[in-house]
C-alpha cells in the first residue's frame, strides 16, 4: 500500500490551486470590488497589487499596438474603468449583464491557449476580453482588385476608385480601400486601419478629469485614433441620454455618447451614426472639448464595402509632446445651463456644446 502525499506537498498543492483561482477570478473585478478582496487577507492583496499597476500601465488591455498609460498624480484613482472596444461594437440583445465587466490584468495580453489553465478551462484571450456582440464589417464584395491603390493623376490615368472621394479637413469625408479589395493592410489607402501608431497618455487634470495626450511629436495630417463604442439605434441612444442628462443634474457626470450626421451637399442629413462610449469604448472617450476647435479634426472615414463609416481623429495642426489632444463637439447649445466647461480657450462659452438627440 501506497503511503499518503507528505503534509507539506499537499499544502503546496492548495496554494498553487488557490493562485490559480485567484489569477483567473480577481481580473474580472472592478476596482471597488478589487480593492474590498485585497483588504481580506495579506495573500490577496499581493496579488491585487500587480493587477491594479497593470491597469494603469495600459487602459487599451493590449488591443492597440502601443501601451497607453494613465498618468494620476493629484488623487488616489490610479486608472479608469470601462470595457475597451477597438471598434465600432453592436450589442446583442444579451449582452448587457456581460457589458459589465472584461478581462483586465496581467494575463490579458497573452495570446489565445498561452496559458495551460486558461485552456484547461476553455478561456482564451478573445472570449476573456471582447464583450458580446457583434463588430462592424463588410457587406457586400465591393472592393478594388488593385495590387497597388494610386490616386488617379492629372493626366486621367486610371487609379484606384476606392480614393475617388479624397478627405480632407473641408469635407470631412474620405474613402478607403476594404476588406474585400485585393490590397493588402500595409496599403497607402488604408491609413485609419492599421490601429494606434503614435505613443499617447491619459492624464488626471484637477478641473477636467480624465483627457488624452500626446506622448509624441505628432505631425499634422496624421492618424491618431478612431472613436469606438456601443453603436446604437437613435431610440436607444435617446433612451440612453435621457438617463445620462439626469445623472449629470445631479453630480459630476459626463457621458461619451456622440451624435454624428452626415449631410447631403443640400444640408439635408442622410446619415445618423449614433456611438455611446460611456461604457463600452475606446481610448478617444478621454479626448476633451475646446471651443477654439482643437488640434484634432474628425474625418468620417468610409471603407468600401463596409456598413457604416468610422469617424477618425487627424491631427489638424502639429502637436508637441505633452499636448492635449482635443476637439470640437459642435456649435449648438440647446442648454444654456449645461455643462460648464473647462476648455481654458481664448473663445469658451462657458458651457458644453449640447443638442436633442
Not at 6 to 17: L, V
Not at 36 to 64: G, M, W, Y
Not at 278 to 283: A, F, Y
Request: a neutral charge.
Amino acid at each position: 500500500m501506497s503511503s499518503p502525499p507528505p503534509k507539506r506537498s499537499q499544502e503546496r498543492s492548495s496554494d498553487d490551486a488557490f493562485f490559480q483561482c485567484a489569477d483567473l477570478i480577481l481580473p474580472w473585478l472592478t476596482p471597488q470590488e478589487l480593492a474590498n478582496v485585497s483588504l481580506t487577507c495579506k495573500t490577496l492583496h499581493q496579488i491585487a497589487h500587480p493587477i491594479t499597476l497593470h491597469r494603469s500601465l495600459d487602459a487599451s488591455r493590449s488591443f492597440e499596438n502601443l501601451p497607453i498609460p494613465f498618468h494620476n498624480t493629484l488623487d488616489q484613482y490610479p486608472y479608469a474603468y470601462f470595457i475597451y472596444t477597438a471598434s465600432l461594437f453592436i450589442p446583442s440583445s444579451s449582452s448587457s449583464s456581460s457589458l459589465n465587466r472584461q478581462f483586465w490584468g496581467p494575463n490579458s495580453s497573452q495570446s489565445p491557449g498561452s496559458s495551460s489553465s486558461d485552456a484547461e478551462m476553455g478561456c482564451s484571450h478573445d472570449s476573456m476580453t471582447r464583450p458580446e456582440g457583434s463588430w462592424v464589417s463588410a457587406v457586400d464584395e465591393s472592393g478594388c482588385e488593385c495590387e497597388r491603390c494610386e490616386k488617379v493623376s492629372e493626366d486621367n490615368v486610371i487609379g484606384c476608385p476606392c480614393m475617388e472621394l479624397e478627405g480632407d479637413e473641408g469635407t470631412g469625408i474620405m474613402s478607403e480601400c476594404g476588406p474585400s479589395c485585393g490590397c493588402r493592410l500595409e496599403c497607402g489607402n488604408r491609413l485609419s486601419q492599421r490601429g494606434i501608431r503614435v505613443k499617447l497618455k491619459i492624464v488626471r487634470n484637477t478641473i477636467k478629469g480624465w483627457g488624452l495626450y500626446a506622448a509624441q511629436w505628432i505631425q499634422r495630417g496624421q492618424f491618431v485614433c478612431e472613436y469606438s463604442g456601443e453603436l446604437l439605434t437613435t431610440k436607444e441612444a435617446r433612451r440612453r441620454q435621457r438617463i445620462y442628462d439626469e445623472l449629470a443634474s445631479n453630480g459630476r457626470f459626463s457621458s461619451a455618447l456622440l451624435v454624428v450626421r452626415e449631410h447631403l451637399p443640400s444640408g439635408n442629413a442622410c446619415l445618423r451614426i449614433n456611438i455611446d462610449a460611456t461604457k463600452v469604448g475606446n481610448i478617444a472617450r478621454f479626448i476633451n472639448h475646446s471651443c477654439d476647435g482643437g488640434n484634432l479634426s474628425t474625418i468620417l472615414v468610409r471603407s468600401s464595402g463596409a456598413l457604416v463609416p468610422r469617424l477618425c481623429f487627424f491631427a489638424s495642426k502639429d502637436i508637441k509632446e505633452g499636448e492635449e489632444l482635443t476637439f470640437s463637439y459642435g456649435e449648438i447649445r440647446v442648454r444654456p445651463t449645461g455643462l460648464k466647461c473647462f476648455c481654458g480657450s481664448s473663445c469658451c462659452f462657458g458651457t458644453l456644446p449640447s443638442e436633442h438627440t
